[in-house]
Each structure stands twice: as C-alpha cells, then as structure tokens.
C-alpha cells in the first residue's frame, strides 16, 4: 500500500469522524446527571493502537488532547494484560495521567482477530466523587487525598464480565450513587457502540488499511497545522493573565506565556507562571498541553482534523511544580478556571500577530456554583457551568450567551432546576453598560440570581475576574468586573471570585451573580454612532454609557445628535492625547 | 363522491413539483420554474400544464395537497413577522442566551444566529409560578395591558407569549392572551406557549413559541392569497398542507399553527417512500434524498415513519444534528426525523491546504450552478465530477432539456483537483463521487446506526435530482443489499403529498412515574381522553368513527434527559397496555442504546395523540406519465473506479427494462434523473415500475 489515495483518506477520516459522534450521542441520550446530559460535559474519541486521537466527537475542546497522556499510562501500566471485552475506567491525576477526580474515564481497547487495533475513550465529568464538599470541586483542598475517591486505571469490566466490587466501592465513595453509576452505564454503553461501529470499518478496510490511512491521517493534520503556524510572522509573542487568587487573601495565580513561533512550529513556554497553590485549582500538565493545542487549533481553519497528528509541531514547557504542571499531592478539582486561562493567555499572545483571527478576552470561562442539601429526603447536588460572554472581534460585537472557546456546554433549564432543587432562579440575562466599550464592543455580563427555598444548604462557587476583568483590544476598554453577592436576612455581602470556607444558606437567602463584560476591540470614539444608539434602544446601553463610554449624545426623543457628537468626541480625544 | 383526480404540488427554492393521480392509479408529474414573487403562479402553471395533458378541467381536481419552504424561507431571508415577546420578569433574555451550546468547535469567531425578536421588544411583566404550578406572584394585568401598547404602538404583526411553568399552569398565560387580543389590532398573530408547546424547558418552549409567531402572519398571507388565485381559476376544491410531521392538514388549521409545516417537503418525500414501499412489499426503508445542496436521509421501520422534537429551523447543515446544536432556531414540534449533510449536485470541489480532498458545503446552486452548465460557474462540483465519469448525458441533461457543456465540467476539475495533485482526470472524478457519498453516508448513519439500526437490515429508497447516481455505491458502502429509484423519483414530494393521511397530533407534558396502581392509571387515561377530545374538536370532527387515534408515551429511565416513544397498544390506559409500555420502552432501550437498567425505575415525560384518515385513493401507481421523450438504448463509456476501469455501458430508460435482472453496468437516464447501476450489481423493474438494484452479497458483515 505504497500510495495513499485522497479519497479513501476522506472517506476513512469520515468514517472515524461518524463513529466518536455516534459515541456521544449515546452518552447523552442515556446520561442520568443534568451536568452531563444537559450541561454536555464530556467528550468522546477514537484512539489508534498507540491511543492517540483519531477522532473527536463534537463535544468539549478542553478534553481532546488530555486523552493522550491517560491512555499512554494506561498502555504502559496493562502492557501485556489488555484482553478482548475489557472496559477500564480511572480517573486519578497522578495515578492515571487524568484531570481531575470528577472527570472519570470509560475506555475500551477494541479488537480485531485477536489483535489489538484501537481505543474506544470516553470522558465524563461526574456529579461527585466524594472528598471534602459536595461536587468534589472543592477550592480549599490542599491535597488530592481530601477530593474524593481516586481511581488508578481498573478493569470494570474483565472480558466482558463486570467487576461488581469496583461498581460498589464507587457506589460507596459518591454522595449521589445512582447519578454516577448511570452515567458510567452511559459511558460504557458508548464504548459499546464505537466497538460495535469500528467493527464494521475494520471488516470493511481491513486492519492494514485502516493502520496505514491512520498513520495518513495524522500526517494530513500535521501538515495543515504547520501550513498554518508557517502563516505566523516568527518571533516571541509574550502575554501575562491571571487568575484573581484563592479566597479573600489569595494572591493572584500569575501565567507567563512565551509563544515561540518559528517557522511551521510553535513551543509555548509558561516559565514563570507562579507554583502550584494550596488550592484545587492546579492543573496536571496533560491539561496544560490539551489547552494549549486547543487554543492553537482554534486558529488553524475548520479542515485540520481533530486527531493527534495536529499537535506534533506544537510543544509545551510547564515547570514541574507551578499551576500547569502540578506535582503530587496537589489538589486539581477546580483546575478548569487554569484550564480556560491557559486558552486565553495563547489568545491574548496571538492578537499582535493574527488581530483578525482572535477575539478581545471573554468573561474566563465558566462560573461554576455548586448547591448540596438533603431535599425531599434524598442528598442532592446541583452544579452548573453558567456562561458565558465573549470580547468584541475585528468584525462583531461580542456576544452573550455562548460558550468558552475551550468548553463547548450548555446552561441548565430554570424549569429544570426549579422542578429538582429547591432553588428558584430569580432572574437570568444581561446586565447593561458591562460591556467593555470599543469600536466592537464586547459582550454584556450575564447576570444569575439563585434563590434558596430551604435551610441548610450548602454552596460554593468558583468563579473569576472580580479583580483582573477581561482585557480589550487595540484600544476597547476592558469589560466590567463580576462580582458574587450574597443576601441573607437583609444583608448583602461580597464574596470573593473563589470564596475557600464553606457557607450555609438558609431559606429565602439570595446569591447573585454576575459575569464579567467582554473586552472592547478598536477605540469607542470611533463606533457608529447609530450602532450606539441601537444598544440603547435595546437596553444595553444606558444614555449616560453612551456619552461617558462612546461620547455619542442623544436627542430626547433617542436620535443621534450629530453635531453635539462630533464635538463630544473631539473633546474626549483631547483629554486622552 | 370522491373527485377524479387528486392533485399535489411541492415549492422548493428553484423548481414547483407537481404530481396528479387519477381513481383509476395514472400518475401525472410536471417540473416548473418557481415564482418567488407569487408562488401561486407557478402552481398554476403546473396545474394547467397538468389539466392540459389529461384535457380536464381545474375543477375537477378535488383537492390540491401542498408542500412549501414558505416557512423555512421566511426564517433564513429574516423576512418573517416584526414580533414581539412577552417573558415573566428577569427572563426576556432567555431567547437569546439559548442553551450556550455553539455547533462548531475551534471557531473563536463564530456568530450565532441573531433572535428572531430584537430586544426591545421583547418585554417583561411581573409574574411568577412554580415548577408545581402554584402562583408566587400573581399576574399583573395592568402592566399586560401597558405592554400591549407597547407593542401596539411599535408596529408589530405577532406577538409570542411565554412565561415560566406554564406548562404546568397555563392560567397566567392565559389571562395574558385575553388582555393582547383586547389591546392589539385584530389582525395581530398572537402565539402562546401553553398552545404551542406545553412542554418543560423555557428556551425551546420560548423558541418555539417565538417562531410560530414570526412565521405565523407570512404564513397564513402565503396561504389565503395562494386560495383566492386558485379559486378565481376555477379551483374550489380543498386545500390541504403537509405538517413536517407527515399528515396533512386544512390550511385553516395550518394557519393557526403555521410553525407545523416548516419541513413540509421533506416530510412529503419520506412518506410517499413509507406509503409505495410498503405497497412495493418493502417495511424497512432508508430514504435518500439528493439535491442540489443538500443530501437527506430517514429512517422508517414497519412502515412507520421516525420521529424527533429534537430540530432546529434555519440552522444552515449540520453533519449530526443532535450534537450541533445552537445554528438555528429551536422548534421542539414533532417532526419526521431527517438528517441532512451539504453534499449535492452542486457542492464545490476542493483540494485543502493540507492536500485533502473536499467536498462542499459551499455550493454553487442553480444559479450560476456547476460549470458544466455553462452559466458562468468556473467551480468544479460533484454534478461536473460525475458528467465527467459518463453518468451524466454529456449533451443534456433532462432528457435533452438541458443543454450543458463537457468540456467546462472537464476543464473546471483538472483545475480544481488535477493540477494540485497527481490524479488523473477520472481517478479525480471518482475521488469525488466516492467522497461524496462518505459524507452523505454520515447522514445516513445520523437516523440509523446512531439509533442502533444496522443499515444493512434496510432497503435504500433513493430519490430527489441526484439519488439514483450515487445510491448504489452509498448503499455498498453501508452495506445495504437492494436500492429501489420509484417512478417520479426526480418530483418524489408531490407523488408523496398524494399518498399522505389527513392528521392532526398533540403532545401535552405529563411527568408522572410510570402508572402501578389503579388511581394512576385513572388519572392517565383521562389525560388521554382530555387531549383526545381537544384533538378531535380542533379538528372540528364530532364523530371521531373516521379517525383512527393512535396514543404514544415518551418514557425514560428516572434521571435521564432524553426519551423514547412508545405506542401504546390499546385506546384504554389497563394495567396490560401499561405493562406492555414498559416492554415496548426496554426493548426499544436496548435496541438504540444497547443496553437497559434491570431495576430501573421508567418514568413518562410527556403524552401524545394522533388522529388520522388515510386517503381515499388506490394506494398504487398503475401507470406514469411524466415528461420528456423516451430514447432507445445505446451506449456511452463510463468509469467505474480502478477495479472496472471504464466500460461500455447501456443507457436506457426504465420502461425498457422488465422483471428479469440484467447485469450492470448501466445508466438509466430519463427526465427526471439518472440512474447508474455499477457493474457488479443487478437491475430489473417491479410490477411498480420501481427501478430495483440488487447489490452482491458482501462477505463478513
């Protein structure tokens, strides 16, 4: 097989691509938790023999290039011991080369005439696993040991036969064991059907074929992603963000990036990010490098496939021991937030060099509360990925309502929370005069308002952004801070973006939150007036936001007033000259 | 006494099909431009055309059946109705928000569709209820009323109106609905939730509401207008419009629910295969469906159509729809469930910069169209790749009709592919055809292995511009043993709208375990009967004898968010029909999903009704006349990838063809389309005039 034929490689990459789609698809329809069948935390894939990638299912960017490092663990530790009809699950840092102790793998090695010919992977993140706070996120943990039950990779299942203990150990260590179960069964029902699908494409091409279009596959990537970092004009491109820092006093976690391109390769170098924190927000490196590739990949066009071969020209140095490449026994539960800055310090490197092809800085991510109590007499855990607010672009307006680059989910129904927990969302939308002002401004803060119906709940919140906002572009403002409040008996109190000391609400209590504004792009002098006045005709501008932040002045019956804008403006050029 | 003739037409962007079936089983079809200024125009073109053809007059059509991308346009042009939207307070924002999710992954410029009702007019008023239905706050009427104008005075033709939980108490709703019609000039189209979608989930239900009611007031000027030009020509007959459902409704009705009949198209298409396999002896059905720039497939099982409420209007293409979720505007109606992918006729051919070869989703359209058609289109396209191959008559195509231009289709692939690689002109052309039929195999895997149907348990029904050229080399790579191309497979909507039932369906929320005892199951049956009798009344039939109803449940696993319909096996909720419901939902489980919970507990999330009658008309085609002349054999070179090279082949139109197989290769080529039969594959003509390819037995699988 010499040659390789494009078509086939079309047809071979169609048909890897169909079956981590069919894989996800089933993981939702049969999921249990609302975090996972509504929410869509997880991610699907097909590895080669060698567990690389070789598909992704449309599901969460942030998780495609962490398969890589797991299954090289898993590979090594069972060489040798992987059998036809074994399903492994793990979820450990350390242990597994995992993330994070909620997201639990369900991998399958997939056979053919005996032989060991690819992966099945999936990826979930559960409701808990146990560990000190309810949705094992918890920010306090100094250790992994306090986060939950860890799992180094076990068979579930031993030649199809499944291993009961392990089900009741993880039944044992979760505060909601039907939930997690279910979406285990969910996992495993969608390794199932990629065995079942890769089957068929193997009976179809044949083992040798299907091995020799892979290796093509991951070249084919490879190439479109040096064809595309060989657009990049060489140099150093350097970014600093942060991450506000843990509790009250928490400093701020420093990233440091160095983005080296030169010629068709890119090494983004984090020397001088701070050191891992007595916190759960420490990402393993395998995490490190999956945002990394995820950001990248982002500005390398829709045709580069979404296998492994794409990241070889990309390497990454994280120091052992500092937030992105976190060493034993450093606790990881909260590690998306370092996840999702990771994603925007690469954009915020690239903006100098590719201004058409990334977006001013977002809201950061996902805030993410988590509720526990005893209702209706049953533990139950509520958490949610609220999002999200993108910064202005060349082109647009930021946008509310969408999700971070890195992690494509979706927001829980009020209807749904409110038929489950006893909670009521108060209010959810958009906040006017949040978005950072530019010629494209950015997207306005996203504003959630939980009510608490009963006494004794629990609640904590990761969140970001209270004390360092989404930065603008080429002169657009930075959005407005966020910020967490709390109403209980009349009071109203601040919380830091990641309060550290548990906090029990009673009923009637109140927590507001508030999302950052998106960064501007390009001077707000020199926005369409008219563009102006259409936000404050739709409520996103006030008048005073339009002549404070724009300098656009309106006439009374809401019009723009050319001159008295024109002469506005000019006075505000002035100031600022 | 039933009327001769019985008569349909379905409006796509380009051409108006139109199909005609006497009591006696002679199918009539005609292709004719649209008229997109007035779409009746070009329905009466068809018309005469048709009435001139069998020398009767338009009166004695007794009843037209419609299909029509009226409603879908208006959503992709943003040309529907200035609506507004009336929320509980603190949640306007919720149709805009969405669910977060974005269809594509890697995009950091991605721009979501904007909201089919700008902000400002989207207003709030103080209300509030729980998710049991108890009032928090009660509605503020006065504020409804100063809303109204508002409104009013901002000039809007509809208005939606949804509130939180009124799927469990519409009362809010309600009183909210009295007060809008009170305020708002009597032509206003006012769509309400309860109405539209009692069902949990306030963006969908919002959605859904939002694009009734922005579709709401074209859809029924379409309608009226399109009754008063057919009646000032003489047709006083009924008229009657497909639901993306699959049944036909009295456009009165369709006028009052006009976001039914969004995928009115389509779903014709999927049913005429459901209704002339079945008579063909063929239960078991993918349907293909190839165009111009899109390619479709669905599902039917025993006959019956796949349903889904799982759709999104004005989502471009997705290439698996359930997953990319966030391109369009949510409807959560039941609908035919169709998966569709953008590979078609004119899908644009490229080489990558990585040297991958691609195809689509870009399309050149009919306008300028593939380049060999010569109306200035320069892009090679999948059409240009398989004229290239010899499928297509190098000459013209449709019978003639349509002249077009080899050496452009030639000239426009070397370009495209050869001179950036190291194929030849034909490998070039095949890589194409091969390419595209991966992607439109995806579509197919979207309805069937993603619901844990093996294709190859399926016979391929191929229809649309372009289905039989590239049916039987999909079918071989799905492994699928028999393709049928049925006559009229060029306008197949039209023949479908003729073999649709008269229905109507309603869906209400009933989130309740699975009945165990009397009580419950009490309390289940006289839901049913509720929405039963509503049902009926809607559809102003008093004496339901005529109407078949059928019951479903969507049932699930307690804890999961997805659901699975059940018919339920008798017109009475007892203890049998509920225990056989549960049946019916675990095999169902483990047949989609592979496996099932032993202990779990099932739940039901929602309740359906159907009322139907199928047409009074023989449910066969006895005889086709269709367009263009009929040739003789002959024979012209084609390829058929490295393994058959390139082969004489016979081309030949179906009617010279009878029961006994002849080997391929062949090309059967008429009006409507072409057909290619590879050379290791058989073909013979059934007593339906079917076209039948039998593919050779695959080994192993």
Redesign the interface.
Same mark, same amino acid.
């Given at each position: 097989m010499a040659e390789c034929d494009l078509a086939l490689l079309e047809i071979i990459k169609n048909g890897f691509e169909a079956i981590a789609d069919e894989m996800a698809i089933i993981l939702m329809r049969t999921a249990h938790s609302p975090i996972v069948r509504d929410a869509m935390d997880f991610s699907t894939a097909l590895c080669d023999p060698q567990g690389q990638n070789i598909a992704q299912g449309l599901t969460t960017p942030m998780h495609l290039g962490s398969f890589y490092d797991a299954m090289q663990h898993l590979i090594t530790e069972y060489a040798g011991n992987i059998d036809e009809g074994d399903v492994f699950v793990g979820n450990d840092p350390y242990l597994a080369s995992g993330q994070h102790l909620p997201d639990i793998y369900v991998v399958k090695p997939l056979f053919h005439e005996s032989i060991l010919c690819g992966w099945a992977a999936t990826i979930a993140h559960h409701v808990d696993v146990g560990g000190l706070v309810p949705g094992s996120n918890s920010l306090s943990s100094v250790s992994i040991h306090q986060e939950g039950l860890r799992l180094p990779f076990l068979k579930l299942f031993r030649k199809n036969v499944p291993d009961t203990a392990i089900h009741a150990i993880i039944a044992a260590n979760v505060r909601t064991p039907d939930l997690v179960l279910g979406d285990i069964a969910a996992q495993c029902a969608a390794v199932q059907a990629g065995d079942r699908a890769f089957a068929d494409m193997l009976r179809r091409y044949g083992r040798e074929e299907l091995h020799f279009y892979t290796a093509a596959l991951h070249n084919y990537a490879e190439r479109l992603a040096r064809e595309s970092i060989r657009s990049i004009a060489d140099g150093i491109y350097t970014f600093e963000d942060h991450i506000d820092g843990l509790g009250e006093q928490g400093s701020p976690v420093v990233f440091r990036l160095a983005l080296h391109v030169q010629g068709d390769e890119v090494t983004a170098d984090w020397t001088g990010t701070s050191e891992q924190v007595a916190g759960g927000i420490n990402a393993p490196v395998s995490f490190c490098k999956s945002n990394v590739y995820a950001a990248l990949r982002s500005v390398m066009g829709a045709d580069v496939p979404n296998c492994h071969g794409y990241t070889r020209p990309i390497k990454v140095v994280a120091p052992e021991g500092t937030v992105l490449n976190c060493t034993y026994p450093a606790a990881c539960g909260g590690r998306g937030i370092t996840g999702y800055r990771i994603v925007d310090c690469v954009f915020g490197a690239l903006a100098p060099c590719l201004p058409e092809s990334v977006a001013a800085d977002g809201a950061g991510g996902s805030t993410l509360p988590s509720f526990s109590g005893v209702y209706r007499g049953r533990t139950f855990v509520f958490s949610e990925c609220v999002m999200g607010v993108w910064g202005g672009t060349a082109q647009h307006d930021g946008q509310e309502g969408v999700p971070h680059m890195a992690s494509n989910q979706a927001n829980v129904p009020v209807e749904i929370i409110e038929t489950d927990y006893p909670i009521r969302i108060e209010r959810y939308g958009v906040v006017p005069d949040t978005a950072g002002a530019g010629k494209q401004r950015g997207g306005l803060g996203i504003l959630r308002e939980y009510r608490i119906l009963q006494d004794n709940v629990y609640f904590g919140v990761r969140s970001d952004k209270v004390k360092y906002p989404p930065h603008g572009l080429f002169g657009g403002k930075p959005g407005a801070a966020a910020s967490n409040i709390l109403i209980s008996q009349g009071q109203e109190s601040t919380l830091p973006a990641m309060p550290l000391d548990p906090i029990i609400l009673g009923k009637g209590d109140v927590y507001r939150h508030v999302m950052a504004g998106g960064g501007g792009y390009g001077d707000p002098l020199e926005r369409d007036p008219v563009h102006v006045l259409e936000d404050v005709r739709d409520g996103r501008v006030t008048r005073d936001g339009a002549l404070s932040a724009y300098g656009v002045v309106l006439t009374a019956d809401l019009d723009v007033d050319e001159s008295e804008t024109r002469a506005y403006r000019a006075r505000m050029r002035g100031q600022h000259s | 006494m039933e009327p001769h003739y019985r008569i349909a037409a379905d409006i796509g962007g380009t051409f108006t099909d139109i199909a005609c079936l006497s009591a006696d089983g002679v199918l009539v079809t005609a292709k004719v431009p649209s008229t997109p200024h007035d779409y009746a125009l070009g329905i009466l073109t068809g018309v005469r055309q048709i009435a001139a053809q069998l020398q009767a007059p338009a009166s004695t059509f007794g009843q037209l059946l419609h299909a029509s991308t009226i409603a879908t346009n208006a959503i992709l042009e943003a040309k529907g109705a200035r609506t507004g939207l009336v929320t509980t307070e603190?949640?306007?924002?919720?149709l805009?928000?969405?669910? %977060?999710? &974005?269809?594509?992954?890697?995009?950091?410029?991605?721009?979501?569709p904007e909201p089919l009702v700008?902000?400002?007019l989207r207003l709030e008023v103080p209300e509030r209820l729980?998710?049991r239905g108890d009032v %928090?706050q009660a509605l503020d009427e006065e504020n409804v009323r100063t809303v109204a104008k508002t409104l009013a005075k901002a000039g809007v033709e509809a208005v939606a109106v949804c509130f /939180? +939980?009124s #799927?469990v108490n519409p009362g809010h709703e309600k009183q909210a609905e009295h007060i809008l019609r009170e305020e708002l000039p009597e032509d206003c189209f006012i769509s309400v939730s309860y109405d539209v979608l009692p069902e &949990?989930?306030?963006?969908?239900r919002t959605s859904t509401t939002v694009v009734n009611a922005y579709v709401g007031p074209v859809v029924s000027r379409y309608l009226k207008g399109l009754v008063q030009t057919l009646q000032n020509a003489g047709f006083d007959g009924r008229l009657l419009m497909m639901q993306s459902s699959g049944g036909l409704l009295d456009v009165s009705q369709v006028i009052a629910r006009p976001a039914t009949v969004v995928e009115s198209g389509p779903a014709a298409g999927v049913v005429g295969a459901a209704r002339l396999g079945h008579v063909a002896g063929y239960s078991d059905i993918i349907t293909f469906d190839m165009g111009g720039t899109t390619a479709k497939a669905s599902l039917i099982q025993d006959s019956r159509l796949t349903a889904t409420d799982d759709y999104e209007v004005g989502g471009g293409i997705s290439? *698996?729809s359930? /997953?990319?979720?966030g391109g369009g505007y949510a409807l959560k109606l039941p609908i035919i469930d169709v998966s569709e992918v953008g590979a078609g006729g004119g899908s644009v051919v490229r %080489?990558? $910069? =990585?040297?991958? /070869?691609?195809i689509g989703p870009e399309s050149m359209g009919a306008m300028p169209g593939p380049a060999c058609y010569g109306h200035g289109g320069t892009q090679a396209t999948v059409t240009d790749a398989n004229l290239v191959l010899g499928y297509l008559n190098p000459h013209a195509l449709a019978s003639g009709t349509v002249p077009v231009n080899a050496q452009c289709a030639r000239d426009a692939l070397r370009a495209a592919v050869c001179d950036k @690689?190291d194929?030849s002109l034909l490998e070039a052309a #095949?890589?194409?055809h091969?390419?595209a039929? $991966? @992607?439109m195999?995806?579509a197919v895997?979207a309805v069937s @292995? #993603?619901r844990?149907r093996n294709p190859r348990d399926f016979t391929m029904l191929a229809f649309g511009g372009n289905g039989g050229m590239h049916a039987a080399l999909l079918a071989r790579?799905l492994?699928i043993g028999r393709v049928i191309v049925p006559p009229g497979a060029g306008v197949f909507s039209a023949v479908g709208l003729l073999f649709a039932d008269y229905e109507m369906g309603r869906t209400i929320a009933y $989130?309740a375990p699975l009945p165990a005892g009397e009580e419950a199951r009490r309390a289940l049956e006289a839901a049913y009967h509720a929405l039963q009798s509503a049902l009926c009344s809607e559809m102003g039939e008093d004496d339901n004898a005529g109407l078949t109803i059928t019951r479903f449940a969507q049932l699930r696993?307690q =804890?999961? =968010?997805?659901e699975l319909s059940v018919p339920l096996s008798s017109a009475t909720v007892t203890a049998d029909v509920i225990k056989q419901a549960a049946q019916d939902f675990m095999a169902e489980h483990k047949r *989609?999903?592979?496996?099932v +919970?032993d202990n779990g507990h099932m739940e039901l999330v929602s309740i359906r009704v159907v009322a139907s009658r199928p047409p009074a008309r023989p449910p066969e085609i006895n005889k086709v006349i269709a367009g263009g002349h009929l040739a003789e054999e002959s024979t012209r070179m084609a390829y058929f990838g490295a393994q058959h090279g390139l082969l004489s082949t016979p081309v030949l139109h179906r009617y010279l063809l009878n029961d006994k197989p002849r080997q391929g290769p062949m090309i059967i080529e008429e009006y409507e389309g072409t057909t290619i039969v590879p050379p290791d594959c058989m073909v013979w003509r059934d007593a339906y005039n079917n076209v039948v390819i039998d593919l050779p037995e695959q080994g192993?699988?």
């Open positions: - | 603190g949640f306007r924002d919720v805009e928000l969405r669910r %977060i999710r &974005v269809p594509r992954l890697y995009e950091p410029l991605y721009q979501k700008p902000r400002r729980d998710a %928090i /939180l +939980h #799927y &949990v989930r306030e963006y969908e290439m *698996s359930a /997953l990319a979720k %080489i990558d $910069a =990585g040297g991958g /070869l691609k @690689t194929m #095949y890589g194409v091969c390419v039929n $991966a @992607t195999m995806r895997k @292995t #993603y844990g790579e492994n $989130a696993y =804890g999961q =968010g997805y *989609s999903y592979g496996y +919970h192993g699988a």
